[in-house]
């Protein structure tokens, strides 16, 4: 491991220049602005003080920036970890109680652990395995959990605490005639603000204002209602140095919930930094990426920040804004520490109504309503995955969820591996008498009787080798060819269960006079294949280079007899010698 890989921020230090800093600057005073509101509403969804989410947004950027690969991704807290976070640790505690603090950080520390612990071990690709269908299924479902969350700060009626979503639904129909529409204005006119800025003024920090509108109606409301509730004013300093609890007894009871916020948290960062990098151009190393993402969220549990990951909205406008090196999303969180010092008495003003309300505009924009019809409407299998993990979000455990989301969709990319393509090949002669292979799915063309050619276009492995083994047993018993060539270029990796399937295959053929035979091996399979023994108990001389030297040595093994007789004459060899 070199110096770059243990500190990547050494990279893009070289591209800092006069006009970078500028840019960056620039952007990440916008993104400071942005995140404030965000902050808050995030904590307030998490169970935590409102504080906690600013510190979120303070420290995590910093660490993410400094040791993961995206120039433009900003992290920090996320809707969707911070309702896992709430799920997860209101089992254990009562959500904004000192012990319920403590166990959300003790929770971020171990979900930076797994993290980083699959960034060392290069485990990056495996975000790969999971379909972006589950993180749709999954944020769609949370965003109806957390407008639900809010309907008891929007209505005024009571609904107890850890109420699960039916039940929450059921609290507010039979308490409706305690709705305070005093509480609801307040929450209509945020909105409308928070919509409307962001209309007009495409740039403008659209929840901030339309928080500073619903403070002020509120504010003219309050000789009206008793039932205006206040958020109560932040703290006016820098993340506080804080304790996870590290004893065995809490690690155990916390680790699979930690594993869930971590998956999730990856599958976020990895995915939105991919997302911004197709349009910056960049090429993102996923494993850097875990690493960032780890070190941030272990980093960030001893400064009073709870489990962050990467913001679609927060990344987008960062690149938007012009940034050019991740020094940006570091200007951001700094540029927020002198805003929090400064304005943070002025969130005592805050009614809680128009937090639900900007909580309410959060959760809608969470739903991909584009993607949800296009998977609706164009794969069943997807679909599967998108309601079962959206349904599983609304009625079960969050991280269940996250766990059944990612199982379906290792399922659906094991069947698709599991029964690869394997057509059938056959001579085909050009106009300019040229042979060459071709899929008889192409093209009805004679086959030779005693020689079936067939191409397995991935790789054969113990998803896979149940598959082949039937094809090639089809071959045999009910097309009686004995002799079967695989054209083996598609083929990019065989496991020992595919090694043990197919010496399994030959041993059968060759007590009915045939065998197996393999062209075109990629040499890295091919390596495999000899360190496993797989060639030596096949027979090296079952193995060719080429196609042609393959079909003339295999000629030679057919029964002549039936060749006399055979009307196809699909090889130069089958053609009878000029004299």
């Known amino acids: 491991m070199n110096l770059k890989s243990l500190f990547p921020f050494l990279v893009w230090f070289k591209l800092i220049n006069k006009e970078t ?204 209602t008793a039932g205006i509730k206040l958020v109560g004013e932040i703290p006016a300093h820098l993340p506080p140095l804080s304790m996870p609890d590290f004893s065995l007894d809490t690690i155990k009871a916390l680790a699979p919930e930690a594993f869930a916020i971590a998956l999730l948290g990856l599958i976020e960062a990895v995915s939105i930094s991919r997302a911004v990098a197709t349009k910056s151009g960049q090429r993102i190393n996923s494993n850097q990426e875990f690493i960032g993402q780890g070190m941030s969220n272990m980093f960030g549990s001893f400064l009073s920040s709870y489990a962050g990951s990467g913001s679609f909205t927060r990344s987008g406008i960062n690149f938007e804004a012009g940034a050019r090196t991740p020094l940006s999303a570091i200007f951001a969180a700094i540029s927020l520490m002198g805003i929090v010092l400064l304005i943070a008495p002025l969130t005592a003003y805050l009614p809680i109504a128009a937090m639900g309300g900007v909580i309410l505009l959060v959760a809608y924009n969470l739903i991909d309503f584009h993607h949800i019809k296009q998977v609706l409407t164009f794969s069943k299998s997807e679909s599967s995955i998108l309601l079962t993990t959206f349904f599983a979000t609304l009625f079960l455990e969050l991280e269940f969820a996250i766990y059944l989301g990612v199982i379906l969709s290792l399922i659906l990319f094991l069947a698709k591996t599991s029964t690869p393509k394997i057509p059938t090949l056959a001579m085909d002669t050009s106009p300019d008498n040229i042979r060459k292979l071709i899929n008889i799915d192409q093209k009805p063309i004679n086959t030779c009787p005693q020689l079936k050619i067939i191409r397995i276009d991935m790789s054969i492995y113990f998803g896979s080798i149940s598959h082949v083994q039937k094809i090639i047993a089809n071959i045999a018993d009910n097309e009686g ?92 060899e089958c053609l009878p010698k000029k004299a």
């Open 21 to 224: 800093i500028k840019a960056d600057l620039i952007a990440g005073l916008t993104g400071a602005v942005i995140v404030l509101p965000q902050g808050v509403a995030f904590a307030t969804i998490a169970g935590l003080p409102p504080e906690y989410g600013l510190y979120t947004a303070m420290v995590t950027p910093i660490i993410a920036a400094l040791f993961g690969s995206s120039f433009h991704l900003v992290s920090g807290p996320t809707t969707a970890i911070s309702i896992v976070v709430f799920t997860a640790t209101s089992h254990h505690a009562t959500p904004g109680s000192p012990e319920f603090i403590t166990i959300a950080l003790t929770m971020t520390f171990l979900a930076g652990i797994y993290q980083l612990a699959f960034g060392l071990a290069r485990l990056g690709t495996l975000v790969n395995f999971v379909s972006h269908t589950v993180v749709i299924g999954f944020t769609a479902g949370a965003a109806i959990l957390i407008a639900t969350s809010q309907m008891k700060h929007i209505t005024g009626i009571y609904v107890p605490k850890g109420e699960s979503f039916m039940h929450t639904w059921w609290d507010l129909y039979a308490g409706i005639s305690d709705l305070n529409l005093y509480l609801i204005i307040i929450a209509m006119v945020t909105m409308i603000f928070a919509l409307g800025a962001k209309k007009l003024l495409p740039k403008s920090p659209n929840l901030l204002i339309g928080m500073v509108a619903g403070s002020l109606v509120a504010l003219y409301l309050k000789d009206f």
């Open 481 to 572: 060819v004995n002799h079967i060539l695989i054209v083996a270029s598609g083929i990019n990796f065989i496991d020992l269960a595919g090694a043990e399937g197919l010496i399994s295959e030959n041993n059968r053929l060759k007590k009915s006079g045939g065998g197996l035979y393999f062209v075109g091996l990629k040499s890295s399979v091919y390596e495999f294949a000899a360190r496993s023994g797989f060639i030596k108990q096949i027979g090296n001389q079952n193995f060719f280079d080429k196609k042609t030297q393959a079909i003339a040595s295999l000629y030679k093994k057919l029964n002549k007899g039936i060749c006399e007789n055979c009307e196809a004459k699909v090889f130069y």
